[in-house]
Each structure stands twice: as C-alpha cells, then as structure tokens.
C-alpha cells in the first residue's frame, strides 16, 4: 500500500481533485441536483464531443429551451417528448444523444420513488457495473460502459468512467507500479482498478476519475473546469 500511495501522491500533488471529485459527490456541479439536466449531460456526452466545446453547451442550451421554459422539468415529461421533436434536434443534433436522453427518462420516470433526483439516485447507487449490458440504462443503444459509469457519477456515486483518462492513467501506474492488479485492457478492467487503487490508498475512486482527467486535460479545459465550478 504504501508504493501505491507514494505514487499516486506524486501525480496528486497541486492538483484540485479533491474539489473536483466533491462537486460531483455532492452535486455541486454547475448543474446543480436537477436530475433532467443530470441525464441531459450524460446523454449530451454519449458521442465522444469535448466536454466544454460540445456537451456544456447543448446542456445549456436543452436547460433554456425545456427546462426554463417548462415543456420538460420532469422525466415523465422528457419521456413524452418525441425523438423528432424540432427543438429537441436542434439543442442535441445527433440521433443517438436523443435517443439515450428520452429511453433514458423513460427508464427513470417508471421507477417506484418520491421524485425524479432519487429515481436517478438509487438507480445510480445499485446499478452493477461489471452486468451494465444486462441494466434497463445498459441496454438502451447508444449507452456504452463509459456513459452508464458517468451517469452515476453525476447522480453522486462514488465511482469512476472507463474514459480514455482513466485508461492513459490506470497504464501509466500499472507500468510503473509492475502490478498485475493493475489492467486497463477493457472498460470493466479500468474500473476494476481504479477500485483497486483506491482500496490499496487514501484515495477515493472518484478522486483517481478525476485527478486522471485532470492529468489528461489541457490549461484551458483545466481553467474552465475550475471557473464553472468556482474552485
């Protein structure tokens, strides 16, 4: 354990992944805990777009033209709408990120619960991972293992994506640490040991997702990030 510590205080140190971890831990993200916008985000990323050129945006844009202006504040609402909905294509665009979004709140807005945040959230915090194909969420085409992890990241799961971050890092300390425990040959793998280092340290495995992200990320996503989050 102690080799394991060392090394991931040496790529911690003067990073905010900490802050960055617990913004999502206690949904203080720029989206707060609206649980439509919450799925809107991770529907928003599920074609590989740059989170602060592509994904901010249309979630910005999806919270003015359903949210504010009330034709969507609910799951039951959302669900209702349809895939070819004329404003719901041209906040999303793409087929794929509205059909995830809708299939995705239909889903949700079946669950037994008091309201929408703790249908997300206890899905969210029972969900199996390493099963996700076999998931009412895993099975809607579109929802790959990094965005089935990332939706329960934003519902303030302790957990981390199979991103390529995540992957970069979990190789880089799987080489250096000359660890078996440590494979990032597929995405249940890369999860698996991010659990592991965080088993094996003081880190949580939220914080490894995101010091990974941070590590990977350029000055102005860096900036950006702290700026919406007000770190």
Same mark, same amino acid.
Request: overall charge negative; glycine content about 6%; aromatic content about 10%.
């Given at each position: 354990?102690?080799?394991?510590?060392?090394?991931?205080?040496?790529?911690?140190?003067?990073?905010?992944?900490?802050?960055?971890?617990?913004? #999502?831990?206690?949904?203080?993200?720029?989206?707060?805990?609206?649980?439509? *916008?919450?799925?809107?985000?991770?529907?928003?990323?599920?074609?590989?777009?740059? /989170?602060?050129?592509?994904?901010?945006?249309?979630?910005?844009?999806?919270?003015?033209?359903?949210?504010?202006?009330?034709?969507?504040?609910?799951?039951?609402?959302?669900? @209702?709408?349809?895939?070819?909905?004329?404003?719901? =294509?041209?906040?999303?665009?793409?087929?794929?990120?509205?059909?995830?979004?809708?299939?995705?709140?239909? =889903?949700?807005?079946?669950?037994? @619960?008091?309201?929408?945040?703790?249908? &997300?959230?206890?899905?969210?915090?029972? %969900?199996? /991972?390493?099963?996700?194909?076999?998931?009412? !969420?895993?099975? !809607?085409?579109?929802?790959?293992?990094?965005? #089935?992890?990332? *939706?329960?990241?934003?519902?303030?799961?302790?957990?981390?994506?199979?991103?390529? %971050?995540?992957?970069? #890092?979990?190789?880089? =300390?799987?080489?250096? &640490?000359?660890?078996?425990? *440590?494979?990032?040959?597929?995405?249940?793998?890369?999860?698996?040991?991010?659990?592991? *280092?965080? $088993?094996?340290?003081? /880190?949580?495995? !939220?914080?490894?997702?995101?010091?990974?992200?941070? $590590?990977?990320?350029?000055?102005?996503?860096?900036?950006?990030?702290?700026?919406?989050?007000?770190?």
């Amino acid at each position: 354990m102690c080799r394991v510590q060392t090394v991931l205080d040496r790529y911690a140190d003067g990073t905010p992944y900490e802050q960055l971890a617990a913004a #999502f831990l206690d949904l203080e993200r720029w989206t707060g805990d609206d649980p439509v *916008l919450l799925l809107a985000e991770a529907a928003a990323s599920t074609t590989g777009q740059g /989170y602060f050129t592509g994904v901010k945006p249309t979630v910005e844009r999806f919270r003015e033209t359903f949210v504010d202006s009330g034709r969507a504040r609910t799951f039951d609402e959302l669900a @209702a709408l349809r895939l070819e909905d004329d404003a719901l =294509v041209e906040v999303f665009g793409a087929e794929r990120k509205r059909h995830v979004l809708l299939e995705a709140a239909r =889903v949700f807005a079946e669950r037994p @619960a008091a309201d929408d945040l703790e249908a &997300l959230q206890s899905w969210a915090g029972s %969900a199996d /991972y390493y099963r996700y194909d076999e998931d009412p !969420i895993g099975r !809607i085409g579109g929802v790959g293992p990094a965005t #089935f992890q990332y *939706l329960r990241m934003l519902a303030g799961v302790d957990t981390a994506k199979p991103d390529p %971050a995540v992957t970069s #890092f979990v190789e880089t =300390v799987g080489d250096e &640490l000359e660890s078996p425990s *440590l494979d990032a040959s597929d995405p249940r793998r890369a999860v698996a040991s991010c659990e592991w *280092l965080a $088993i094996a340290s003081s /880190y949580r495995t !939220i914080e490894i997702d995101q010091l990974s992200w941070w $590590i990977r990320a350029d000055t102005d996503e860096r900036e950006a990030a702290l700026a919406s989050q007000q770190l």
